[in-house]
């Protein structure tokens, strides 16, 4: 017999946990106040079945009502081993229609045979239809003398207003992890399982607050059970497929230390294991869930993390380079590249890119902070700007001088800023000056940039890896791909082409007219250098004249020149086919030097 059937609790006393409800069951039956309809209610594996078995037990035992039945009696016996004789389970999942109802209410009338009370457990309650929950009202809220229901089920949202109006409602509670580890214990010792503490720690931690699947997972190591060497986290892992915490301890520093070549290792070991992509990347979510509650937390009991006291140890010594924001960053991708996984054709490379992807820590959050910034700073809040992460200085403040006092006039002039005679160029440029808005760019690399930009999730890095801008304009957008896999996700009719159509959308605040994915062309240098052209030869508009200063302040023109120095177009590098396909970093040191790589 399965462990979870031998250990099936036969009184009150025996459910685990649920105090507020053996309390008021108890005295229900203790002062004879006895519903017609009864509601259990919560998640899988809490005592709902068995409770409602106990409590037709207690009603019907021989020696009865009583909160402590016998299990001798013939009407004991009847619902341990489930005959139904005048207590009658009935499983809504798979008799669920009206004709299943009908039969219910006619077979209501009939008085019980031998017992007290007829009483219909309905499991999974929620798996009515509606047509058979209405023939069930009227028999549900006036039922026969001594006949009584009780309606179990995991989702009572499901379950219809007019039926949970009829009965009493009692909300069973996840099964607290000390709870189920001590339980685990006593089953253990009875059967003579060897098995460690840490390990029935780890298994009720892993059960959701559910006995029946604790229970479960116990009796599926018992054939694990060896005299000399006791059952460990270790086995459990192996057995459910899981990593171990070393493993993803091992992957998570390669991670945070920005080592890619490490971090693809690693996880090639892994893969070899046998372990799934979805099943690596979960596990590495949980393991990053618990990095930051410790490091948010601080000193957490290991009821709050899956973890023992020197794992907990271990993982805080490995927190001391990273940043709240940074593992929140993590947790952020980790989710969305299992979203992907869970589409994907090809899960192994999505695995690959998910890894390498987070293990470009350092520049990805430097990035992230700099977009957050730079939104700031568009947004007219430059005053607002705050230090956002640990590789940033914080902004210096940007300094206001109040405006010179005015004499009272008939129409009184807006104020003037004041600008003292050593003022930066900062304090020049952000005090509030009347200046022109800067012209839309016609940079084929900036609107890449910022077309790049309106791509959410996994796909940006692809796009980034793979595709070359040709032509970007509001009415024509041509990129060229030159992977064939790739292309196929991102052409006319691929999965992903929305993706591209939304980020123009967004960037130009309406649809192009002509959105074009290809592979490459011998001329898309020359359509490159003709945008580029286009967008060199437009003027940019001159900068609005500004009021004539006081006496004791600055000219004119040296005003107007200290704002033209921000107004002033920079030259625009635009990347050829070779430079798109180096990295940042390379590009950066080509064009700081004007120099050129040399295969």
Same mark, same amino acid.
């Given at each position: 017999?399965?462990?979870?059937?031998?250990?099936?609790?036969?009184?009150?006393?025996?459910?685990? +946990?649920?105090?507020?409800?053996?309390?008021?069951?108890?005295? &229900?039956?203790?002062?004879?106040?006895?519903?017609?309809?009864?509601?259990?209610?919560?998640?899988?594996?809490?005592?709902?079945?068995?409770?409602?078995?106990?409590?037709?037990?207690?009603?019907?035992?021989?020696?009865?009502?009583?909160?402590?039945?016998?299990? =001798?009696?013939?009407?004991?016996?009847?619902?341990?081993?489930?005959?139904?004789?005048?207590?009658?389970?009935?499983?809504?999942?798979?008799?669920?229609?009206?004709?299943?109802?009908?039969?219910?209410?006619?077979?209501?009338?009939?008085?019980?045979?031998?017992?007290?009370?007829?009483?219909?457990?309905?499991?999974?309650?929620?798996?009515?239809?509606?047509?058979?929950?209405? &023939?069930?009202?009227?028999?549900?809220?006036?039922?026969?003398?001594?006949?009584?229901?009780?309606?179990?089920?995991?989702?009572?949202? #499901?379950?219809?207003?007019?039926?949970?109006?009829?009965? /009493?409602?009692?909300?069973?509670?996840?099964?607290?992890?000390?709870?189920?580890?001590?339980?685990?214990?006593?089953?253990?010792?009875? =059967?003579?399982?060897?098995?460690?503490?840490?390990?029935?720690?780890?298994? &009720?931690?892993?059960?959701? +607050?559910?006995?029946?699947?604790?229970?479960?997972?116990?009796?599926?190591?018992?054939?694990?059970?060896?005299?000399?060497?006791?059952?460990?986290?270790?086995?459990?892992?192996?057995?459910?497929?899981?990593?171990?915490?070393?493993?993803?301890?091992?992957?998570?520093?390669?991670?945070?230390?920005?080592?890619?070549?490490?971090?693809?290792?690693?996880?090639?070991?892994?893969?070899?294991?046998?372990?799934?992509?979805?099943?690596?990347?979960?596990?590495?979510?949980?393991?990053?869930?618990? &990095?930051?509650?410790?490091?948010?937390?601080?000193?957490?009991?290991?009821?709050?993390?899956?973890?023992?006291?020197?794992?907990?140890?271990?993982?805080?010594?490995?927190?001391?380079?990273?940043?709240?924001?940074?593992?929140?960053?993590?947790?952020?991708?980790?989710?969305?590249?299992?979203?992907?996984?869970?589409? @994907?054709?090809?899960? #192994?490379?999505?695995?690959?890119?998910?890894?390498?992807?987070?293990?470009?820590?350092?520049?990805? @959050?430097?990035?992230?902070?700099?977009?957050?910034?730079?939104?700031?700073?568009?947004?007219?809040?430059?005053?607002?700007?705050?230090?956002?992460?640990?590789?940033?200085?914080?902004?210096?403040?940007?300094?206001?001088?109040?405006?010179?006092? /005015?004499?009272?006039?008939? @129409?009184?002039?807006?104020?003037?800023?004041?600008?003292?005679?050593?003022?930066?160029?900062?304090?020049?440029?952000?005090?509030?000056?009347?200046?022109?808005?800067?012209?839309?760019?016609?940079?084929? #690399?900036?609107?890449?940039?910022?077309?790049?930009?309106?791509?959410?999730?996994?796909?940006?890095?692809?796009?980034?890896?793979?595709?070359?801008?040709?032509?970007?304009?509001?009415?024509?957008?041509?990129?060229?791909?030159?992977?064939?896999?790739?292309?196929?996700?991102?052409?006319?009719?691929?999965?992903?082409?929305?993706?591209?159509?939304?980020?123009?959308?967004?960037?130009? +605040?309406?649809?192009?007219?002509?959105?074009?994915?290809?592979?490459?062309?011998?001329?898309?240098?020359?359509?490159?250098?003709?945008?580029?052209?286009? +967008?060199?030869?437009?003027?940019?508009?001159?900068?609005?004249?500004?009021?004539?200063?006081?006496?004791?302040?600055?000219? =004119?023109?040296?005003?107007?020149?200290?704002?033209?120095?921000?107004?002033?177009?920079?030259?625009?590098?635009? #990347?050829?086919?070779?430079?798109?396909?180096?990295?940042?970093?390379?590009?950066?040191?080509?064009?700081?030097?004007?120099?050129?790589?040399?295969?």
């Amino acid at each position: 017999m399965p462990l979870y059937r031998k250990y099936r609790p036969q009184t009150i006393e025996q459910i685990v +946990g649920q105090e507020h409800i053996k309390k008021a069951l108890a005295n &229900a039956i203790k002062t004879d106040r006895i519903s017609h309809a009864y509601l259990f209610t919560g998640p899988r594996g809490t005592g709902k079945t068995s409770t409602a078995r106990i409590f037709a037990k207690s009603l019907n035992c021989q020696n009865g009502p009583t909160i402590t039945p016998c299990n =001798e009696c013939e009407n004991c016996k009847n619902i341990t081993n489930s005959i139904p004789i005048d207590v009658i389970e009935i499983d809504a999942a798979s008799n669920r229609s009206v004709s299943d109802a009908d039969e219910i209410i006619q077979k209501v009338a009939l008085a019980p045979v031998q017992s007290r009370y007829k009483i219909y457990i309905i499991d999974e309650v929620h798996m009515l239809t509606n047509q058979a929950f209405n &023939a069930l009202l009227k028999t549900l809220e006036e039922p026969p003398k001594n006949v009584i229901f009780i309606l179990a089920t995991t989702e009572v949202h #499901k379950v219809l207003d007019t039926i949970k109006s009829r009965c /009493q409602r009692f909300d069973f509670k996840r099964i607290t992890t000390d709870d189920i580890a001590k339980h685990l214990r006593y089953i253990s010792d009875n =059967e003579k399982i060897n098995i460690t503490d840490d390990a029935l720690y780890y298994i &009720a931690q892993n059960s959701a +607050g559910g006995m029946r699947d604790s229970i479960a997972l116990l009796d599926q190591l018992s054939v694990l059970n060896s005299p000399d060497v006791p059952i460990s986290v270790d086995d459990i892992n192996n057995l459910l497929g899981r990593l171990s915490f070393n493993s993803l301890t091992s992957l998570f520093e390669a991670i945070v230390s920005s080592s890619q070549n490490e971090a693809l290792g690693i996880l090639n070991g892994i893969y070899n294991e046998g372990n799934e992509p979805i099943q690596i990347l979960s596990n590495l979510l949980d393991y990053l869930r618990n &990095a930051l509650i410790l490091k948010s937390a601080g000193n957490v009991d290991n009821t709050v993390i899956q973890l023992n006291s020197e794992q907990l140890k271990i993982l805080s010594d490995k927190l001391s380079n990273i940043e709240t924001h940074q593992l929140i960053s993590l947790i952020d991708k980790c989710a969305n590249y299992i979203k992907e996984l869970k589409l @994907t054709a090809n899960p #192994k490379l999505w695995l690959d890119v998910a890894i390498l992807d987070m293990a470009n820590l350092a520049e990805n @959050t430097k990035l992230e902070d700099l977009q957050k910034r730079l939104s700031l700073m568009e947004n007219g809040e430059v005053h607002k700007v705050v230090n956002t992460s640990a590789y940033n200085t914080p902004p210096q403040p940007v300094k206001k001088v109040a405006p010179a006092p /005015q004499k009272v006039q008939e @129409t009184k002039p807006a104020p003037q800023p004041k600008i003292t005679p050593n003022a930066t160029e900062e304090e020049v440029l952000t005090a509030e000056v009347p200046m022109s808005k800067a012209p839309a760019t016609d940079s084929l #690399k900036e609107l890449w940039a910022s077309l790049i930009g309106n791509v959410h999730g996994p796909s940006r890095a692809i796009l980034q890896q793979q595709a070359l801008p040709v032509k970007i304009s509001q009415d024509e957008v041509i990129i060229s791909v030159k992977n064939q896999m790739w292309l196929s996700q991102f052409a006319q009719d691929g999965a992903k082409h929305k993706l591209i159509v939304d980020a123009v959308t967004s960037m130009f +605040g309406s649809p192009a007219k002509k959105i074009l994915v290809r592979e490459p062309h011998s001329d898309d240098d020359k359509i490159r250098k003709e945008q580029s052209s286009e +967008g060199d030869d437009k003027p940019a508009p001159a900068p609005k004249p500004m009021p004539a200063p006081k006496p004791q302040e600055p000219a =004119e023109d040296e005003i107007e020149e200290a704002i033209s120095i921000k107004n002033e177009p920079k030259p625009v590098h635009h #990347k050829t086919d070779d430079e798109f396909n180096h990295s940042d970093g390379v590009n950066m040191v080509i064009n700081l030097f004007d120099g050129k790589l040399i295969e």
